[in-house]
């Protein structure tokens, strides 16, 4: 398997610059990508899709709000943002200045880099001091006295690698099961339990635990990500091809789950273009 490397990439749209850094082995196992968000915003409102990713946002500019689509109060984000893994999107209401570092995780890279049950902040927004402590309130600051992008990265990049030696020996074991609950298309209640050498129900508890979701909804999302990759390859998607080759029934299932878990229709998302999924093709 190709060792993934260190790589920067930016998006410039609607009066924001979004820069991205992919980190090197052996960071790469547990974070994603590192990112920062600055500019005067063109937009009321953004969404973040669900993406298997616990995700850790430090604000360094003016107050935003969020709101799960499955809940009707609104999170004021004006420090730190701890967000779970989720099951629909997340609606982003941008200040007048918004500028983000964050941090989005692998699949079970929070709970392994930072030792917390990721099913206890899953479909949840948390003030990050309220779970992290004072560490992050210092790296708030810190970040605050930095006005390159890059440099913000490396030191967000740099915190996590501090991280690497409380990691233990099941590390390449989860790889193994992330793998496998997102290429794995025969992977079914039986086989995991196999993978994992323990019972079905055992199991799915580990999973739950490690992650945040159950592996049923693990691979919903996964397999929306691949249909956002395979509908942004070509201006007209072939709808029939797609929704067989993803396993759907029907166009009107595969609509009404792409819908619940991105408040859009798959084209809506390509006339509008939402910047999440423009920015999950520079990752």
């Known amino acids: 398997m190709e060792v993934p490397t260190k790589k920067i990439s930016r998006l410039q749209k609607d009066g924001m610059t979004y820069t991205i850094l992919k980190p090197n082995f052996p960071i790469c196992s547990y974070v994603d990508h590192f990112m920062v968000a600055k500019g005067h915003p063109l937009f009321l409102e953004e969404r973040l899709f669900p993406g298997n990713k616990v995700e850790l946002f430090v604000n360094l500019g003016s107050r935003n709000e969020c709101q799960l689509a499955t809940s009707n109060q609104k999170f004021v984000f ?30 079970f890279g929070f709970n392994q880099l930072l030792h917390i049950p990721a099913n206890e902040i899953t479909d949840a927004n948390y003030c990050a001091s309220d ?68 019972s079905h129900k055992h199991s ?36 029939q091809s797609i929704c067989y080759y993803n396993g759907y029934f029907d166009q009107s299932h595969f609509i009404k789950d792409f819908k619940s878990f991105t408040g859009f229709t798959p084209t809506e998302i390509l006339a509008q273009k939402p910047k999440d999924f423009e920015l999950k093709q520079l990752r």
């Open 78 to 107: 004006t420090d730190t943002i701890l967000s779970g893994l989720r099951s629909s999107y997340l609606r982003i209401f941008p200040g007048e200045y918004f500028f983000i570092a964050g941090i989005r995780f692998t699949l």
């Open 204 to 239: 799915i508890q580990l999973v739950k635990k490690m992650a945040g979701l159950s592996p049923k909804i693990i691979q919903r999302i996964y397999r929306l990500n691949s249909i956002f990759d395979q509908i942004h390859q070509s201006p007209s998607p072939d709808w």
């Open 131 to 198: 779970v992290l402590g004072k560490e992050i309130a210092s790296m708030r600051q810190k970040l605050g006295e930095q006005s390159d992008d890059v440099q913000i990265l490396n030191i967000l990049e740099q915190w996590m690698e501090s991280k690497l030696s409380g990691t233990n020996s099941i590390t390449k074991s989860w790889q193994r099961i992330s793998l496998s609950l997102q290429f794995d298309k025969s992977l079914n209640q039986d086989s995991l339990s196999e993978l994992m050498g323990y």
